[in-house]
């Protein structure tokens, strides 16, 4: 294998962990209504059926941010595809309802480690000029994974349907069982991934992360990128800096600020809610899952886009014109609702429109810029922040959408996102900063303020 192949078949492995958050996070959705009625759910039950996922992740996330500096990238991300299996196993074999919870708040945990670790690492293992377009993979990934998830629920009903065996008498357990496909296919992937020379280096191990670089990169690139790395290293042993000294305060707030108002442009609410939107636009919803299909079709092809071209015209151009686009589908929504025009082509042509654009920008820029732009002491701690902050933001959206959505009514609902979106374009085109093309070791004087 050569350089190239060798780099893009470790970064697509490890962006096989973007697929399973996104398989684990839209399996859910056609399951819960079985699950509902075989164990005779309460809306309290049923509630903590999709928040025990997002409870595992929020734990997860923390756990990475704990143990990934001391065991390494490459042993999180393993821990985090087991935690994948045993949870594909544990619901789809759950004889109560509290171990079928317990399952999926260990899966829920393996998506929040990896949502920390898989970016992190392609992040760090990426080349400079190419780091954009990989973690890009891992949005792509998951966006992936959410399709597969519709799919396989599909299928999986599709048999229910047309079967008298026993197996197929309670679809959800092989709507949860299917997860362990890719659980193991991931694990087994992870075999030929090696450990990222950037983790190497702050624990002392140089001699094994040059003989990683030297079968990833040319022999003088690879050489170059060792003496920054460890440059960058003495430089941040010289000063000790933590993750709240003053200098780290702009990236931090950066990353939590993006982090947070991707979640604030209502994604999961359009990706999860769409069907109830749409039900509550008169528009019939006997096919849910054909709407489902288009819009996670869409948010997938659209996110090529960003892969294409997010090192070439840079991550602020994607965020600027992504949003912009986002802003104008909202606010043009609200107003449909507003004015009751919601019969006709326009609502989904709208929302197609609200997909496109977030799967080229904020889908996978967040990701990219939050993995960017700390320096290597402190990434895990601070990639930790913000993604707990983001995992918080899906939490308040999910649980405050609905009730919005009933009081304030569809039309605010979306001004709101689009209110939010504003905000963002605005923190984006003021205070974040273009990274593309620098290398990590760059980051520490180009965009974290001089100590
Ligand atoms: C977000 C997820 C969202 C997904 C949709 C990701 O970047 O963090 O919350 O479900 O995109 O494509």
Redesign the pocket.
């Known amino acids: 294998m050569n350089f190239t192949k060798r780099t893009n078949y470790i970064c697509l492995a490890v962006a096989v962990g973007g697929l399973l958050f996104?398989f684990d996070?839209a399996v859910i959705s056609g399951a819960i209504s079985f699950v509902k009625t075989q164990f005779d759910l309460s809306t309290v039950s049923e509630g903590w059926l999709v928040s025990s996922g997002l409870l595992g992740s929020i734990i997860g996330v923390f756990t990475t941010g704990i143990i990934s500096d001391k065991i390494g990238r490459k042993k999180s991300i393993i821990i985090a595809a087991i935690m994948f299996l045993i949870s594909g196993f544990g619901c789809g074999f759950a004889a109560s309802f509290s171990l079928l919870i317990t399952a999926r708040m260990i899966g829920g945990i393996g998506v929040g480690m990896a949502?920390v670790i898989s970016p992190m690492y392609i992040s760090e293992f990426a080349p400079a000029d190419k780091r954009g377009r990989m973690v890009a993979f891992y949005?792509l990934a998951?966006?992936f994974g959410?399709l597969l998830a519709y799919f396989s629920n599909a299928y999986i009903l599709s048999l229910s349907n047309n079967s008298t065996s026993e197996l197929f008498a309670e679809p959800w357990r092989g709507m949860f069982l299917v997860m362990s496909v890719p659980s193991v296919i991931f694990l087994f992937m992870l075999i030929k991934v090696p450990e990222s020379p950037r983790w190497l280096v702050e624990v002392n191990k140089q001699n094994e992360a040059k003989k990683i670089l030297y079968t990833v990169r040319p022999k003088p690139a690879s050489e170059k990128e060792l003496s920054d790395i460890e440059n960058a290293k003495k430089r941040a042993e010289s000063k000790s800096v933590s993750l709240f000294h003053p200098s780290l305060r702009i990236p931090l707030i950066i990353g939590i600020v993006i982090a947070v108002l991707?979640?604030f442009s209502g994604?999961?609410a359009i990706?999860y809610y769409g069907p109830n939107i749409f039900q509550s636009a008169g528009i019939n919803t006997s096919n849910a899952l054909l709407f489902q299909v288009i819009i996670g079709s869409v948010?997938f092809l659209a996110?090529i886009i960003a892969i294409a071209y997010a090192d070439k015209y840079g991550r602020k151009f994607l965020l600027k014109t992504g949003l912009t686009g986002i802003i104008i589908s909202l606010i043009l929504c609200g107003f449909l609702f507003y004015t009751n025009n919601t019969q006709g082509i326009f609502l989904l042509v709208l929302m197609i429109a609200y997909i496109i654009c977030?799967?080229f920008s904020?889908?996978?820029v967040?990701?990219i810029i939050i993995n960017e732009i700390f320096p290597t002491h402190v990434r895990v701690k601070a990639v930790t922040v913000c993604t707990m902050a983001?995992w918080i933001a899906?939490w308040l959206v999910g649980q405050f959408f609905p009730w919005l959505l009933e009081k304030a009514g569809p039309a605010y609902t979306f001004w709101a996102f689009a209110f939010f979106s504003l905000i963002n374009l605005i923190f984006s085109l003021t205070v974040v900063k273009e990274t593309s093309g620098k290398t990590l070791e760059e980051m520490d004087t180009a965009f974290v303020a001089p100590h």
């Open positions: 996104g996070t949502s949005q998951i966006t959410i991707q979640q994604i999961n990706i948010n996110t977030f799967a904020i889908g996978p967040t990701w983001l899906v």
